[in-house]
């Protein structure tokens, strides 16, 4: 171990006091609470909510070849999070379960892989902290069992730290970087934002290669930046750029979107990139940003709901900084500046949601923990010290528990989906007992709202149809007309959302009497059902609509 890495301390209590003995087993604590909050998450098997199943979606009958370019339902991801997914869904089948399995274990390998780096860079009540920080909080448990790549995102993160951190500590052998080297090309196939993590990773090792003067480190060093931009670009032209052209809406306003127009004025994104034309406004937005849901770690929200995890992510930093942790630090901030730079450019978002940057979360933690012990340390009575402490330690079990317990009290993120997943369910299969069931889009290929499968909530409708429906598990399918009668009907459902939700929700009446007219012309229609799911609810109104045909006679 070279000199400057050994782990840093703040000492809190002395060596032999009771608190300071038990660090070990509370550290494991904390790690098996943050292993069952995630474990709990995804075997409670929360219903879709409607940013899953927008991507979801596209995993129903996708092909690899499929998911190149631009992606269904506007969606953007990165291109072997999408193929990683559909190998999970080929081999499991499409379900919630296999959906989430791979964010689901990513999450469970990067509780492993913080508790390595924060062994490697902290000792005593830092590593506590950070370590309970981490595997406490809300954003990383949530995200980390969704059908979304944030989650992923984090635990990229972490591979790429590790390694950096590892070759810091024995910067004499080459091997670590070469791993970063070879590591980094998936990395970034994997998480858009993984270019920045080893963009910083390569401005904190800049100045340790450059005085090692050796070949030992600048041939791996050189090789990991050229696989970096190798990477970048190659995903880059082959996805990530067809999907940011295809969805410009995304960073700036786009006037066919219609009625979203008014929703995304400026672009779905404007909100997390810097104002830069207007400098009073930007100071705000920085100070709103930075203690905002940015920095929500083990919680926290905007208008300053995280101004506290901010105060300890500086005090952490500059504590760092004193302890002549400089490259380290470099290593840790530069994927900020970075992503600030991006945000700039209106190329991806920075703050807002956690979700956007979920992949800071542990350099936020890591520095925080440090924070925190700096802080308390600096509380002169030993008792009061002593209390603070142990309260803090206590708070962060209850948040880890009472998210367990809040997430067993309520299975599911909004009630909207909840009503509308139980709705699918006993649908799909009461429908189909005593009729041939058919979707019209699906099984019939009648599309009469155009565009309506290209945005909202006809994703969650495609969804719960290839999830719940007995008829369409294996795949979409043909009705037996052949047993279609006047006791079992051909039943047509019809799913459709309400008119006012422009631009994709008014149906083109002339394919609507064409099929009507083409239909009644062999079968009369003999029954009709409406139902409304979610009725009223702006961005969750659901309409299903069933047409029951038998044989004329």
Request: charged share 20%; hydrophobic share 45%.
């Amino acid at each position: 171990m070279k000199p400057g890495t050994e782990p840093l301390n703040v000492k809190l209590l002395p060596d032999q006091h009771p608190l300071a003995r038990f660090l070990p087993r509370a550290v494991g604590g904390f790690v098996i609470l943050g292993l069952l909050g995630r474990l709990a998450r995804y075997l409670l098997n929360f219903p879709l909510w409607p940013d899953e199943s927008f991507l979801a979606a596209g995993f129903i009958d996708g092909t690899f070849a499929g998911t190149l370019g631009a992606l269904d339902y506007h969606q953007v991801a990165p291109l072997l999070f999408v193929w990683t997914e559909l190998i999970f869904v080929k081999i499991f089948g499409f379900s919630e379960y296999s959906l989430r399995l791979f964010p689901f274990l990513s999450s469970v390998a990067g509780v492993f892989l913080f508790l390595h780096l924060a062994r490697r860079l902290l000792k005593g009540f830092p590593l506590l902290l950070a370590v309970a920080i981490f595997t406490v909080s809300y954003y990383p448990i949530r995200h980390g069992c969704e059908v979304k790549p944030y989650g992923v995102d984090l635990t990229v993160s972490l591979v790429l730290l590790v390694l950096a951190v590892e070759w810091r500590r024995d910067s004499n052998r080459g091997r670590f970087l070469w791993l970063l080297a070879l590591a980094v090309i998936p990395a970034v196939g994997l998480s858009f934002p993984a270019v920045f993590i080893a963009g910083g990773i390569s401005l904190g090792l800049l100045g340790p290669v450059i005085r090692q003067r050796r070949a030992a480190a600048a041939g791996p060093y050189l090789a990991f930046n050229l696989a970096l931009l190798g990477a970048f670009l190659a995903v880059y032209f082959i996805s990530t750029g067809p999907q940011y052209e295809t969805e410009s809406w995304l960073s700036g306003p786009q006037p066919e979107l219609g009625r979203l127009q008014g929703k995304y004025s400026e672009g779905a994104w404007d909100k997390t990139f810097p104002p830069l034309g207007d400098p009073p406004k930007l100071l705000v937005w920085l100070i709103d940003t930075h203690t905002g849901r940015l920095f929500a770690y083990p919680n926290g929200g905007k208008n300053g709901g995280s101004v506290l995890t901010f105060v300890c992510f500086a005090v952490g930093a500059a504590c760092l900084f004193r302890r002549g942790r400089r490259d380290l630090l470099a290593i840790l901030l530069s994927p900020f500046v970075l992503a600030l730079v991006a945000a700039g450019l209106r190329r991806y978002p920075y703050g807002y949601s956690a979700r956007f940057n979920l992949y800071l979360a542990p350099i936020i933690c890591l520095l925080a923990g440090v924070g925190a012990a700096r802080l308390i340390a600096a509380i002169r009575p030993v008792r009061t010290r002593l209390l603070v402490l142990a309260g803090f330690i206590s708070l962060l079990a209850l948040f880890g528990a009472g998210t367990i317990a809040g997430d067993l009290i309520r299975p599911y993120k909004n009630e909207e989906d909840r009503r509308s997943r139980n709705f699918a369910r006993w649908f799909w299969a009461a429908q189909g007992r005593d009729a041939e069931i058919a979707c019209v889009y699906t099984d019939l290929g009648e599309e009469f709202f155009p565009g309506l499968f290209e945005w909202g909530n006809s994703a969650r409708y495609l969804c719960h149809q290839r999830i719940y429906s007995p008829f369409h598990r294996r795949g979409r399918r043909r009705p037996d007309l052949e047993a279609v009668s006047p006791s079992r009907p051909l039943r047509c459902v019809v799913f459709s959302v309400p008119e006012n939700l422009f631009p994709y929700a008014r149906r083109d009446e002339e394919k609507w009497n064409r099929w009507r007219t083409e239909m009644e012309s062999r079968y009369e229609l003999a029954d009709y059902a409406g139902y409304e799911v979610n009725s009223g609810v702006d961005g969750q109104h659901e309409t299903y609509q069933t047409f029951d045909f038998v044989p004329r006679d």
